[in-house]
């Protein structure tokens, strides 16, 4: 928004017109007062302060879009719900929440999914308030409040909020994983409107507050996942792996009002990307007792002494991408690639999986785990392109609601499906439950799209 000097342009015409009787006692010319007069108009025409929910011709041209109206709340509703059903609403050209939310309820959501993107928005809260703007928000069944799958913009009253704060509850962190720098940190008390940001460029993170830069960060590094796994999140597998999602507005139980919500959406960037380094299993995470370890430069999974189903998926999500695997078959070779697919709890794994199977069990076929069952099977036919105690390359293209499979170079299946198309998650190989299965692994690389 541009600063407004109305008040400096007052200033000086009150100055002008008290100075008049000294111009008339110094016969200075009556012009050189109405030119003054001129320019201070002039300043004014130039220093407009744009209203409130709208956007100037420059925004538009370079991207943005507005959120909120200022007159209803079209584009939003109720976390996991069709609809508006929590207590929000506009009031005066903001959207408020009457702070009749609590820790399970008071989030509404955005009806568009982003993935990179700059958003700003204005801000303010009542004594002691909370509240939140989180990003990246997955809606399922199976989470009944989003900050277990979006990370959160912190937005409190902290020298009037009732309770002791921990430093990563402070005002704008990035709740429970980043601190802010609180030297930088200039926030206006309650009542009172602020400006934040939040850049999100293809894992670059930047949280600013009032033009300040308070906390910046790369996601799902290292040092990301250290942090998510030791503290609050320790026993949230799915918190803040999305790459895109649902905004969010938290209603925790203080009114809040929000206003000039906007958004410029950034561009992906593609990656080529070793999901396995040959060495050891660096990036991927295990569920269940079965065997997984690497041999020979090889990823084994074999079956354990509790002869279940076992998981080795990466920590990390894919949701578009082209990827190829070798794999050999050694006893029973039952085993599986899971796409778009997240853990549920302990061993239970929720998703889409590409078969692999011994010979006359539709490898490269398409099965939904705790759903539909098989989506779509292999021709008969092709049950022979499946090579036995030998290496095998299996292809799996993922775009949107698309997805393709083809082995050792031959299309096995090609399914359109918009549950698919909705899902994101990681990838992830499974050994099928009864024991006695093992096998080999290689040479996994993806390409996202």
């Known amino acids: 928004m541009l600063i407004c000097i109305n008040n400096i342009i007052f200033t000086e015409i009150q100055n002008l017109i008290n100075t008049h009787y000294i111009m008339k006692q110094k016969k200075m010319k009556l ?43 079209a584009g939003w509703r109720s976390y996991n719900k069709p609809d508006l059903k929590e207590a929000w609403g506009v ?22 999914e982003y ?12 004594k002691g308030g909370n509240s939140g703007m989180l990003y990246h928000v997955v809606e399922r069944p199976q989470h009944n409040v989003p900050y277990v799958t979006g990370p959160e913009y912190q937005l409190i009253d902290a020298p009037n909020f009732p309770e002791k704060l921990e430093p990563w509850q402070n005002m704008g962190a990035d709740y429970a994983m980043h601190l802010p720098d609180t030297a930088l940190m200039k926030v206006n008390p309650y009542g009172e409107w602020n400006n934040s940001k939040i850049v999100f460029d293809n894992g670059h993170v930047e949280h600013w507050l009032n033009g300040v830069k308070i906390v910046e960060f790369e996601a799902w590094t290292d040092d990301w996942f250290e942090r998510k796994n030791s503290g609050k999140w320790a026993h949230a597998p799915e918190y803040g792996l999305a790459k895109k999602g649902v905004l969010c507005l938290q209603d925790h139980g203080y009114p809040a009002s929000f206003r000039n919500i906007k958004l410029k959406e950034l561009p992906r960037k593609t990656q080529e990307i070793d999901l396995f380094n040959g060495k050891d299993l660096e990036g991927w995470q295990t569920y269940g007792t079965e065997k997984w370890y690497v041999e020979n430069g090889t990823l084994v999974c074999e079956s354990g002494a509790d002869k279940q189903y076992g998981y080795l998926a990466t920590r990390d999500y894919y949701n578009d991408y082209d990827l190829t695997v070798e794999f050999k078959q050694e006893a029973d070779g039952n085993s599986g690639i ?9 061993v239970q794994i929720n998703g889409w999986q590409v078969e692999v199977a011994p010979k006359g069990q539709d490898t490269g076929g398409i099965y939904e785990s705790y759903g539909r069952g098989w989506l779509v099977q292999i021709p008969d ?8 105690n030998d290496w095998n390359t299996m292809r799996i293209l993922v775009q949107g609601n698309v997805v393709k499979t083809w082995l050792n170079g031959e ?25 006695g299965i093992k096998v080999l692994w290689r040479n996994l690389k993806l390409k996202t799209l």
């Open 31 to 73: 012009s050189s007062l109405l030119l003054s007069f001129m320019l201070i108009a002039s300043l004014s025409s130039c220093c407009q302060e744009v209203p409130p929910n709208t956007l100037t011709d420059k925004e538009k041209a370079e991207g943005w879009v507005l959120l909120f109206d200022g007159e209803t709340m």
């Open 91 to 112: 009031v005066e050209g903001c959207i408020q929440a009457n702070g009749g939310g609590d820790d399970g309820s008071g989030y509404i959501v955005t009806d568009k």
């Open 115 to 126: 993935e990179n993107f700059e958003l700003s928005w204005d801000w303010k809260l009542s």
């Open 338 to 346: 899971f796409i778009r697919s997240f853990i549920e709890k302990d």
């Open 381 to 388: 036919e092709k049950e022979n392109v499946l090579k036995e």
């Open 411 to 435: 299309e096995m299946v090609n399914l359109t499906d918009d549950k698919i198309g909705k899902g994101q998650g990681r990838i992830a190989l499974q050994i099928h439950d009864g024991g």
